[in-house]
């Protein structure tokens, strides 16, 4: 089979060895992968043959041995923790869910790791209805399912995006700002994505007894607070998401976001669709920030 490997010189499409499934495992014919930013670096990273890929949409060609998980024929999305963008791949029956034909595959691809760490991130902060939410790094691909997510919960949503703001209005923002420093508060719920200056200018923002949930630091910068930051701020807590670190596997959560997305209330739309010989130029295209929402390559 074909599938993208990576080199000192970048990935190339080259041949592989056909997956061999675990009993516990399914093997997936793959139509669309997405690209994660935390990609990008593993790719620079990970030069000896490495097989990146995390994000996938297919159909299922072997149910796995110890019948668990969708049957052959089955169209599914998945989280899978490497090796994905190829033609095949095998993957956890847990790590599956069911797409329906409602749900294109490149929104299937689009989901995983962005919509689950938005759902998780947002459950760190208790319920949201008539809360206050702010959301930095609105416009990415985790920002957006962020709005939308926590608008469906019912909150009251800032946005805080310095490009690709057009449309985040109506996935449920309230309010779009371009910095961070521009949002009024008090916020009792921050998702907090750019790190630097905007972490600090968050946690001004903050209420008393709000939760600061740190998901990224895409800006690169160090953001120093001591405890003297608290005041005013009493009671705040940052708490860390990482999401490789969760305990339970994505399977029931990616069903969540796939049924919000067939029931037209949750709306993965790549920002980008190409054929996957289009890599390289697609990478770029992610790496400077000229994409709204999720790259997403089919097959």
Not at 74 to 87: D, I, N, S
Not at 113 to 141: D, M, Q
């Amino acid at each position: 089979m074909k599938a993208v490997i990576n080199t000192t010189d970048g990935p190339i499409i080259a041949s592989a060895d056909e997956p061999v499934p675990a009993p516990h495992e399914a093997l997936v014919a793959v139509r669309a992968f997405a690209l994660n930013r935390g990609e990008l670096a593993l790719l620079d990273s990970r030069t000896g043959g490495w097989r990146p890929g995390q994000d996938i949409a297919g159909v299922v060609v072997e149910q796995a041995a110890d019948g668990t998980g969708p049957v052959a024929g089955t169209r599914v999305a998945a989280l899978v923790e490497q090796a994905g963008w190829a033609e095949r791949v095998a993957v956890p029956a847990d790590r599956l869910a069911v797409l329906p034909d409602q749900v294109s595959m490149a929104q299937g691809a689009a989901l995983p790791l962005a919509g689950l760490t938005a759902l998780r991130a947002l459950r760190l902060g208790g319920a949201l209805l008539g809360r206050r939410v702010l959301i930095t790094g609105a416009s990415g691909g985790v920002g957006r399912f962020l709005v939308e997510l926590a608008t469906l919960g019912g909150a009251t949503v800032t946005a805080v995006a310095g490009r690709h703001t057009r449309d985040l209005a109506a996935l449920g923002a309230s309010e779009v700002v371009a910095a961070t420093d521009q949002a009024t508060g008090p916020y009792d719920l921050i998702v907090e994505s750019v790190g630097g200056a905007s972490l600090a200018e968050a946690l001004r923002a903050a209420a008393p007894g709000a939760t600061v949930v740190l998901i990224g630091s895409s800006s690169g910068a160090k953001s120093p607070i001591d405890i003297y930051d608290f005041v005013g701020h009493e009671g705040t807590r940052i708490v860390s998401f990482l999401s490789y670190a969760h305990p339970d596997p994505p399977g029931a959560d990616l069903e969540v976001l796939v049924t919000f997305t067939a029931a037209d209330r949750l709306h993965p739309t790549p920002g980008l669709v190409e054929d996957w010989s289009k890599l390289p130029a697609a990478l770029a295209a992610l790496r400077e920030r000229r994409i709204s929402g999720k790259a997403v390559l089919t097959l």
